[in-house]
Nanobody
Framework: QVQLVESGGGLVRPGGQLKLSCKVSRFILDNYAIGWFRQAPGKEREGISV????????YYADSAMGRFTIARDYNRNTVELHMHNLKPEDTAVYYCAAGELDMLTANLGTATSEDAAHYWGQGTQVTVSS
C-alpha cells in the first residue's frame, strides 16, 4: 500500500521556521516527482514546491521562492520542506503528493485538484501566529 506520511507541522511565530517531512516508500522516491501543496482555510489547495525523481531539480511557487527549500533525504526516504521567515499567510494544511513532474509543476501557485498527483498524504497543520 502506497503511503505518504507528513510530519513536522505546528505553531510558529511570524519570522520563524519549520521543517516538514514526507515519509515515502523507496519505490515512490525513485519513480515519482514529489510535491508539497497547501490549503488555507476557505481557499483552494495550491502547489508550493516540487522536486523531480531523476535529477533532483527543484521548482517553487512565487510565494515560496527564497523562503522555502525542498530536498530529498535518501537515507530516511523522506522529502523535506524547509520553511523560513514564515508569515501568517503561510497558515494552512500542508500535503505532500507523488506524481508526474509535469503535472505537479503545472500546479505550482495555482488551484490544484486531487487529479494532479497519483498519491496524497493526509496533511499536517502549520499555523503562523503571534
Amino acid at each position: 500500500q502506497v503511503q505518504l506520511v507528513e510530519s513536522g507541522g505546528g505553531l510558529v511565530r511570524p519570522g520563524g521556521q519549520l521543517k516538514l517531512s514526507c515519509k515515502v516508500s523507496r519505490f515512490i522516491l525513485d519513480n515519482y516527482a514529489i510535491g508539497w501543496f497547501r490549503q488555507a482555510p476557505g481557499k483552494e489547495r495550491e502547489g508550493i514546491s516540487v522536486i523531480s525523481s531523476q535529477d533532483v531539480s527543484t521548482y517553487y511557487a512565487d510565494s515560496a521562492m527564497g523562503r522555502f527549500t525542498i530536498a530529498r533525504d535518501y537515507n530516511r526516504n523522506t522529502v523535506e520542506l524547509h520553511m523560513h521567515n514564515l508569515k501568517p499567510e503561510d497558515t494552512a494544511v500542508y500535503y505532500c503528493a507523488a506524481g508526474e513532474l509535469d503535472m505537479l509543476t503545472a500546479n505550482l501557485g495555482t488551484a490544484t485538484s486531487e487529479d494532479a498527483a497519483h498519491y496524497w498524504g493526509q496533511g499536517t497543520q502549520v499555523t503562523v501566529s503571534s
